[in-house]
């Protein structure tokens, strides 16, 4: 802990040959508090104590977000940097800072903010922050925390797992947007002195930066998940010190094979926004149990999970609607309180549904929900094993859902078994990390098809879409004859482009766009995309068994 600062005097004093970025250059210290100096006397020249922080390099938030602080500035974290969420956001705040889209207002930091030499201790009392959770519902909910609660959250990390990091480089693959990457990938860093590295978006990006220097992993378990083994992860053993995991249960299968091949056992941390971490669990075989963070207290009180700690507004026990239990070294999950339902005033346990769904052998994971309407009806989303996804592939599907609707049948009747099915490779999770009932109710409504990617590369990539007659693009065009309209064409093709592609904001125009051949429910369409970055324009085009449907390019700027 000799190089330990605390949370609010690291922006203070420098220290020599302390690092912050790894890349594309180590930053030094002073150089870091030049920028939090900027910041500072930007922030300071505004009205208004409420200012919107987003940026998509964690190097340059932390200096806008000391620097916000030292003006006196409560600063609140979006997810994202979207106009409607940017939007929502505008009534309750001052102004925004960081990477907006073109044309929103975005305040910079000033080119000569002075060393930060007067700069004194924050006050942990006064300096604020807002995150935000989307719960269960996906409904932004804004939670205010204090500096205090985040100092004692980063010391607790330190004394629980600092020993072995030493001066580690931390990679991520979450966002320092929401509080387990902004505690984990910058505030935890800074007070540690370790370097913090860019964002590694996909595996391969992961494992290229995990080859150099000792490192740590800040990953969430959608990540952890889809490790591709075909990578050569053989660069990577030996090199990570520890590997993170927050934001959702980590399946046993998944934590299991991400240790084989990162060759570290993933140390899940258990919290949530409003309470911080709360207890971790280390995956060095089958089910460990949950072990309090230190200065965590926690109790059982009706099978209810309770807990006392630093990381909470106000020292008095949480009530949380997790049900857990005890043992010897100290407690096991085992599931939400509050997921009764009522079907035909019946009362059913979703948790229970799910516990007997994945004893199936061929079920990985599954999510139960209750589908809104004038009849209540229960519907599951599964991902299923290994062995069943490629059956499934050929026209298995009803089969699959009627041999899990038979399981099912021990101990459910028919009115209280899902009448609706979802397969899926993986439950769709929010940036957090969070499968949310908004996310897993979209999968039976969709407005997107299914992507089977068959080729994702930097500037080329080709999927092919499966069009199911219950897409909501097929609504009005028409009746009794459905075709896929033109505009969902153009927007599908924009959206599957941006999850491979980086691609500028901005919209300009469309050229050379062509529909040839109508689509309609029941085709199979191959999507080919080529992004041109020198040209700024994406070009598409749709094939099927019929012949090519559509084609065009569409040209960005931003």
């Not at 910058?186 to 964002?199: E, F, N, T």
């Not at 949480?318 to 509050?338: H, I, K, M, T």
Request: glycine share 8%.
């Amino acid at each position: 802990m000799a190089d330990w600062l605390p949370l609010a005097s690291v922006a203070v004093r420098a220290q020599p040959g302390r690092g912050v970025a790894a890349a594309p250059l180590a930053l030094d210290h002073a150089a870091f508090l030049q920028q939090v100096a900027g910041w500072r006397q930007a922030f300071a020249a505004q009205q208004g104590p409420d200012w919107v922080l987003y940026f998509d390099d964690a190097v340059r938030f932390a200096a806008a977000l000391f620097g916000a602080w030292h003006a006196g500035k409560r600063a609140f974290l979006c997810g994202d940097n979207l106009p409607q969420t940017l939007g929502r956001l505008q009534a309750q705040v001052d102004g925004f800072a960081g990477d907006m889209p073109v044309g929103w207002p975005s305040l910079q930091p000033l080119a000569n903010g002075g060393g930060g030499a007067d700069m004194a201790p924050l006050d942990e009392q006064a300096t604020r922050l807002v995150v935000f959770t989307s719960g269960s519902t996906g409904e932004p909910v804004a939670i205010e925390k204090q500096l205090r609660q985040l100092a004692r959250e980063v010391e607790a990390l330190e004394a629980a797992f600092g020993a072995g990091l030493g001066d580690a480089q931390v990679h991520g693959t979450v966002s320092h947007q929401h509080i387990y990457g902004l505690l984990f990938r910058v505030l935890w860093p800074l007070a540690a002195g370790r370097r913090i590295a860019a964002r590694a978006f996909f595996p391969e990006d992961m494992v290229a930066a995990l080859a150099g220097p000792p490192s740590l992993l800040v990953a969430s378990p959608a990540h952890l998940r889809r490790l591709p083994e075909q990578l050569d992860w053989a660069a990577v053993q030996g090199r990570l010190r520890a590997v993170f995991s927050s934001g959702g249960a980590l399946p046993a299968e998944a934590a299991l094979q991400a240790r084989a091949l990162l060759g570290a056992a993933p140390t899940e941390i258990y919290g949530s926004t409003e309470t911080g971490g709360i207890a971790w669990r280390r995956w060095t075989g089958e089910q460990p149990t949950w072990q309090a963070l230190p200065g965590v207290e926690w109790r059982i009180d009706g099978q209810r999970l309770e807990v006392r700690s630093p990381h909470l507004p106000q020292d008095e026990w949480w009530r949380s609607e997790d049900r857990a239990e005890a043992d010897a070294q100290g407690f096991r999950l085992l599931g939400r309180a509050d997921r009764i339902v009522k079907i035909e005033e019946r009362r059913v346990s979703l948790d229970a549904l799910e516990r007997q769904l994945l004893e199936h052998p061929e079920v990985r994971q599954a999510r139960v929900l209750l589908l809104p309407g004038s009849r209540n009806a229960l519907a599951a989303v599964v991902v299923p094993a290994a062995s069943e996804a490629a059956r499934l592939s050929s026209n298995g599907r009803r089969a699959f859902s009627q041999r899990l609707g038979a399981h099912l049948a021990h101990g459910h009747d028919a009115v209280t078994r899902p009448r609706r099915w979802r397969f899926v490779e993986a439950l769709p999770i929010n940036a957090q990390g969070k499968t949310t009932e908004s996310a897993l109710l979209a999968l039976f409504r969709p407005q997107l098809p299914e992507p089977c990617w068959q080729l994702r590369e930097p500037a080329r990539a080709e999927l092919e879409l499966q069009l199911d007659a219950g897409l909501a693009a097929f609504d009005g065009h028409f009746p009794g004859t459905p075709i896929l309209p033109g505009v969902a064409q153009l927007d599908w093709a924009v959206r599957f482009a941006r999850e491979v592609f980086a691609m500028p904001p901005r919209f300009v125009r469309m050229e050379a766009v062509k529909f040839q051949r109508v689509a309609r429910p029941g085709d199979r369409l191959q999507l080919s995309l080529e992004w041109q970055p020198h040209k700024r324009a994406l070009v598409f085009a749709y094939r099927s068994s019929h012949g090519p449907h559509a084609s065009g390019r569409v040209v960005f700027d931003g």
